[in-house]
C-alpha cells in the first residue's frame, strides 16, 4: 500500500474492529455481570479480562471456579476452549515473519476470534505490508480497550443489555461479512460446509470440541476438495495431450 | 488466593495457545499437510461460529432449524448484503433490521 505509515494502520486496524464492539460491548457487559453474580470478587472478575482476554473462556473458567471444580480442571477446559488459538497462530505467522520478539509476544497477547477474522482478511488481501503490523496492533487494541471497559461496566452495574435487543446477533453477521467472499473459492466453501455441520452437531459437546472438530474436520475437507481438483484437472490435461 | 493462581494459569494456557507458532515454533516446522491446510482455518471457524450462534439462539440455547427462528432468515439476507454490497455495515445493518422487524412481526 502505497503511504501507509504506522498511524494510518493503526486508525485502519481500529476502524476494522469497529463493526465487531456492536457484539463485543453486550458480551463483555454480561460477562462481568455474570462474574460478580457468580461471586467472584469485582477486582478478579475485572483480572480476568486483563489476564485471560477472551470471552467464551471467561465464562467458562467463571463458572467451573464457582462450581468449586478442581484447579486443573478448570484450567485444562479454558485451554481447550482456547486451542484453537493456536490455529490462528500458525496461519498469522508467515505473515508476522519480520518481527522481532517483543511485536509477536504483545501480538500474540491481542490475538482473539474478532482480531484474528479482520486481520487475516487483510493480509489475505493484501499480503505482508511493512506496517500491517500496525493494523493488527491497532484492531487488537480497539478489542482490548473496549472488552476491558465493557467489563467494568458489567462489574459495576451488574446487570447488561437486555436479550430481546439481540445484540449478540451482530458478532455471526459481521463473520458473515467478512466469510461470504471467501466462499467463490470451492475447496473454501467446503471447509465451511464441513465445519458447519459439524460445529452444529458438536455445539453441546464438553469444552467447546466441537468448535476444534468443526475446525479440523473443515481443514480437512478444504484439503480434499482441493486435491480432488487438482487430480482432475491433471487427468483432463493428461487425455487431451 | 487460590483462585488468583487459578486464573492466573488460565491466562498462562490461553496465551501459550497465542504465542505456539507465532513466537514458540516457527511455522516452516510444521507438516507441510498442515501448512496447507492453514488456509482453510478463516472460512472453517467462521462457519462454525455463525451456524451455531444462529441454530441455537433464544433464551433456552435449543436447537430451531424452522422458518419460525427468525435468524435464519435474517442472516440470509445478510449474506446476500455482504455479497452484493461488500461491506460489514451495511451486512450488519440488513441482518439487524431484518431480526427485529420479524420479532416485531412475530410479537
Known amino acids: ?241 | 488466593m487460590r483462585v488468583w493462581l487459578i486464573v492466573l494459569a488460565m491466562g498462562a494456557a490461553t496465551y501459550g495457545m497465542r504465542l505456539s507458532v507465532l513466537a514458540l515454533v516457527h511455522h516452516s516446522r510444521l507438516p507441510r499437510t498442515l501448512r496447507e491446510a492453514l488456509r482453510f482455518v478463516t472460512p472453517a471457524v467462521l462457519a462454525a461460529i455463525i451456524l451455531p450462534a444462529i441454530l441455537y439462539s433464544g433464551g433456552s440455547h435449543s436447537f430451531d432449524a424452522t422458518p419460525g427462528n427468525e435468524r435464519i432468515l435474517a442472516v440470509a439476507v445478510a449474506a446476500g448484503a455482504a455479497l452484493l454490497a461488500r461491506n460489514v455495515w451495511l451486512t450488519i445493518g440488513a441482518g439487524m433490521v431484518t431480526l427485529w422487524l420479524l420479532q416485531w412481526g412475530a410479537g
Not at chain 1, 28 to 37: E, K, Q, S
Not at chain 1, 140 to 168: E, H, I, K, N, R
Open chain 1, 1 to 241: 500500500m502505497q503511504g501507509a505509515s504506522r498511524r494510518s494502520e493503526f486508525l485502519a486496524g481500529v476502524r476494522a474492529q469497529l463493526p465487531l464492539l456492536l457484539g463485543v460491548t453486550p458480551f463483555g457487559l454480561a460477562y462481568g455481570a455474570y462474574a460478580v453474580n457468580s461471586g467472584l470478587a469485582s477486582g478478579l472478575a475485572q483480572a480476568m479480562s486483563v489476564i485471560v482476554f477472551g470471552g467464551a473462556s471467561q465464562f467458562v473458567g467463571t463458572r467451573l471456579i464457582a462450581e468449586g471444580v478442581p484447579a486443573a480442571v478448570i484450567v485444562l477446559s479454558v485451554a481447550l476452549v482456547n486451542a484453537r488459538h493456536a490455529l490462528y497462530s500458525a496461519s498469522l505467522a508467515p505473515f508476522l515473519d519480520h518481527l522481532g520478539r517483543r511485536w509477536r509476544w504483545l501480538l500474540a497477547y491481542l490475538l482473539t476470534d474478532e482480531a484474528y477474522a479482520v486481520v487475516i482478511a487483510r493480509y489475505q488481501r493484501d499480503g505482508s505490508t511493512r506496517f500491517g503490523h500496525w493494523f493488527f496492533f491497532g484492531t487488537g487494541v480497539a478489542l482490548w480497550v473496549s472488552w476491558q471497559a465493557s467489563t467494568a461496566v458489567g462489574v459495576a452495574v451488574g446487570a447488561s443489555v437486555p436479550a430481546s435487543w439481540s445484540l449478540d446477533f451482530a458478532l455471526p453477521l459481521t463473520f458473515t461479512a467478512i466469510l461470504m467472499p471467501m466462499l467463490v473459492d470451492r475447496p473454501a466453501g467446503a471447509a465451511a460446509m464441513a465445519a458447519a455441520v459439524v460445529a452444529v452437531a458438536g455445539f453441546r459437546w464438553p469444552y467447546g470440541s466441537g468448535l476444534i472438530a468443526a475446525a479440523a474436520l473443515g481443514m480437512a475437507a478444504g484439503m480434499l476438495t482441493e486435491r480432488l481438483a487438482r487430480t482432475t484437472r491433471s487427468e483432463r490435461s493428461a487425455e487431451t495431450s
